[in-house]
């Protein structure tokens, strides 16, 4: 058994600093529109901070996703209703490691068990906040943490608030015992973590065996960063120790920059019937806090630096996330580059395809000299007779007319260079995909190949472009007579024509080695079509019918890469968001410089 001795104490009067350096702020503030007080620049902050997405994975994502969260947080549970009422009760925060004592220290401060202690972990199922009567409406109405549900009785939902009143407590003041810091349930260290940004006071409890643990010195940095006011309860001190631990404690605290901070030691010591500790050891802390909530500047002057410090601490963090934005637009702009060179890439294929003859060989080429060397050419330009003559070939051969089969060569060449190079751009963007941290996350293996109706898409793209080609022929032929005169017939020789002119280098229809076995009624050929329609006619002709195709094989590839670019559409961050996030960083800046909380002058709204 270890006698109760008296605390050991390093306290005082509420350490607050007054920040009186100018906000870091363009010499030319950022235009405001609308509301351009504090409160008004905070809530453009907030609506900046939720439009702001995070999805594609990147380094940057997870931590800036967990940031916004928390400053969302902060905003709705402290620094939008603090603001609204800077003469509201204040919050302190009890918050702790596992078994650090802090609801048996709440329940002896206020000399009544409303929290509940034990040694089961963790203990404090819900977080419990108590005040004097006169103070609940301010805590029950739910403008602080308004995310929590209230309730005046113990809940096991750890986002419910417990609302208790204790007349021992002074008005002025409320304590809120919030869930382990290093809880075994995520929900309950997440809910601590925000319980502790929205406090007026920190109220920091460790035990002489836990004291040096990391998590707990991870929050009290991230409390110092944000000015907030910070009290520590070293717990549990064997007599024997205390002026070793406590001198250690005090060292780590100088290290960190809280030397400031008061410290409460308490001795080891048994609790009450009723699981209080003796007031003789609780006495030096509840005298702290009874003066503190006596002295109405005192309060103001926590309230004023933690408040002044968590809006100081909006920019960096702020600026942070318009970084992290940034780099989700760049990531999702350089995938999309990535799948427009693939695509620009087979559209080149298909256009040098076009230039350098290749799309003439094989079938193609074999189709158009027997359509040319068999005289189909100059028989369907002399008269409609050769239809006739069409139907008895075919009649008595089985086999479709030379016309047909050169459409049909045509269409093949075609639809077969346009799937080869749907599938080397498909595999080039998935291969680039994957390659880059935020595409691997976007893939699915489907995209790896074109689309499976691809096929029958790039067909009905080059019939319909065929189609285009005889209208075009129809419509812009030179000799309009001759067009009228020879009908249908001859507007498809003509077609068939210039759709082989638009597969030759030359613009109009090949000769050369490409025609050297037909090269006689080539050249025969070429003459007449130039007779009739002139030449420079049919290059003109066959330069439209050459633009139609490759806008048509551009819309083609283009609804391909969009099963790629529209995934990044969909995880896309807006451009501008970065810029807003630091426009609306720098409206709140020029707002608390304005307000005078950063220079201790007017408190603002009330």
Known sequence: MTTHGDPATRSGAPAVAARTDPPDVAEEPPATTGDDSLPGALSGLREAIGATRYPLALPSAGSARHTATALTDQLDDYLLPRLARLDAPLLVVVGGSTGAGKSTLVNSLVKARVSAAGVLRPTTRSPVLVCNPSDAAWFRQGDLLPGLTRTTEPSEDPRALHLVTAP????????????????????????????????????????????????????????????????????????????????????????????????????????????????????????????????????????????????????????????????????????????????????????????????????VLARWQEFVGTGELFRTLEARIGRLRDRVVAAVTGRPAPAVELRNAIESQLVTLLRGVASEAAESAYTGWKAHPAGAGLLEPALAHPSDDLPERAERMVRDWQRGVLELVRVEGGDKRFVARTAAYAVNATGLAVMIAVFASTAFIPTGLELATGAGTTVAAQAVLQAIFGDQAVRTLAAKARTDLLARVRTLLDAEADRFLGRTADARTAADAGDGLRRAAGRVELARHRSGLSAGGEEGSR
């Open 168 to 363: 021992a407590l002074p008005a002025g003041l409320a304590f809120l015992d919030a869930p382990d810091i290093d809880s075994v349930v995520d929900a309950n260290r997440a809910l601590a973590t925000q319980l502790l940004a929205a406090a007026d006071l920190w109220l920091f409890v460790t035990t002489a065996a836990r004291y040096a643990d990391a998590v707990p010195w991870e929050l009290l940095r991230s409390a110092r960063a944000r000015g907030a006011v910070i009290a520590m309860v070293l717990d549990r001190v064997p007599a024997e120790a205390t002026d070793e631990i406590a001198a250690h404690l005090t060292e780590m605290l100088a290290e960190q920059d809280l030397g400031r901070a008061p410290l409460f030691v308490l001795p080891e010591t048994w609790v009450d019937g009723q699981g209080l500790l003796p007031e003789g050891v609780t006495a030096p802390l509840a005298d702290w806090f009874a003066r503190l909530a006596a002295d109405v500047d005192a309060r103001a002057a926590v309230v004023r630096q933690t408040l002044d410090g968590a809006l100081a601490a909006l920019h960096p963090a702020v600026e942070g996330l318009a970084d992290a934005a940034d780099e989700q637009v760049a990531a999702a702009d350089g995938l999309d580059e990535r799948v427009r060179a693939a695509y620009r890439g087979a559209e080149r294929t298909v256009e040098q395809g076009l230039q350098d003859g290749r799309l003439l060989r094989g079938e």
